[in-house]
């Protein structure tokens, strides 16, 4: 295959051991493709936004955007999707009810290269996949690995100076990185936690918390207003706040129709 020709490939995964680990095994076993990496899901919009890709493999617990939201991205550009996975057993019959490929963390070099074979006996087949005509539905698989997952966060315990209390999740408007913790923003006031957004954002609702910054996760009914500043970049607002927040170029599409 010529150069003009390799495939374009994206690994996207947060966790750098495991990232760095996919990315030289495909660059063994498919020595002729290209393979470019992202930290995260914002990353890898971005880096969609300007060049898509033939196959992606995606982690589907990712900070800023899922593996699910980034797949979406993929799909619309043509290319494919094989999740990257530590979901259990039971959660897996949502992929393959979904009808994607899927590698269970830990990847296993057998099952990667499976993987690889089948992408290419499919396009020797047939002509790359259109939207419409997608075999992947993803709302459906959105819904159906939410009910595999484990319950989500209902209660934080946090400091306010030298109390603790206990925070409803329904009173938070927002979570934001702050040095090494994580400010709990509330209507009553800000608490400090030492748990990082990443570990935050898979245990939070997805139709409720969304991860708009690598340092900052809304809850999308506190959100007063989001607008673009004098030099283009995202700013957001919460209710009842006169703080500004910043918003990443990749998240800033979602406020589209709010």
């Known amino acids: 295959m010529s150069k003009a020709t390799a495939p374009q490939l994206l690994v996207a995964e947060d966790e750098a051991p495991q990232r760095e680990a996919l990315v030289a095994l495909l660059a063994r076993l498919w020595?002729?493709?290209?393979?470019?990496?992202?930290?995260?899901?914002?990353?890898?919009?971005?880096?969609?936004?300007?060049?898509?890709?033939?196959?992606?493999?995606?982690d589907i617990r990712?900070?800023?955007?899922?593996?699910?939201?980034?797949?979406?991205?993929?799909?619309e550009t043509g290319g494919d999707v094989?999740?990257?996975?530590a979901y259990d057993a039971h959660a897996v019959q949502a992929f393959e009810q979904g009808a994607i490929?899927?590698?269970?963390?830990?990847?296993?070099?057998?099952?990667?290269?499976q993987?690889?074979?089948?992408?290419?006996?499919?396009r020797a087949t047939a002509p790359a996949?259109?939207?419409?005509?997608?075999?992947?539905?993803?709302e459906a698989l959105s819904a159906l690995l939410r009910?595999?997952?484990?319950?989500?966060?209902?209660?934080?315990?946090?400091?306010?100076?030298?109390?603790?209390?206990m925070i409803a999740i329904d009173d938070v408007q927002a979570f934001h990185a702050e040095d090494k913790m994580t400010r709990v923003l509330t209507a009553q006031g800000d608490a400090l936690i030492r748990t990082p957004l990443r570990e935050l954002l898979a245990q939070l609702d997805p139709?409720?918390?969304?991860?708009?910054?690598?340092?900052?996760?809304?809850?999308i009914g506190a959100i007063d207003r989001v607008q673009r500043d004098e030099l283009g970049r995202g700013v957001l607002r919460l209710k009842g706040r006169d703080e500004r927040f910043g918003v990443s170029q990749a998240a800033m599409p979602r406020f589209r129709g709010l």
């Open 129 to 138: 996949p259109t939207p419409a005509g997608s075999a992947i539905d993803l």
């Open 147 to 165: 009910r595999a997952e484990a319950p989500r966060l209902r209660w934080i315990s946090a400091s306010l100076g030298d109390v603790v209390t």
């Open 31 to 58: 020595p002729e493709a290209r393979v470019r990496a992202a930290e995260d899901g914002l990353d890898a919009l971005e880096q969609l936004a300007t060049q898509p890709v033939d196959l992606a493999f995606l």
């Open 207 to 219: 139709d409720v918390f969304w991860q708009v910054h690598r340092s900052l996760i809304v809850r």
């Open 101 to 113: 490929d899927y590698l269970l963390k830990p990847l296993r070099d057998d099952r990667v290269a």
């Open 82 to 85: 094989v999740f990257t996975t």
């Open 62 to 75: 990712m900070p800023g955007a899922s593996g699910l939201t980034v797949a979406g991205r993929v799909l």
């Open 115 to 122: 993987a690889i074979a089948r992408w290419r006996a499919r």
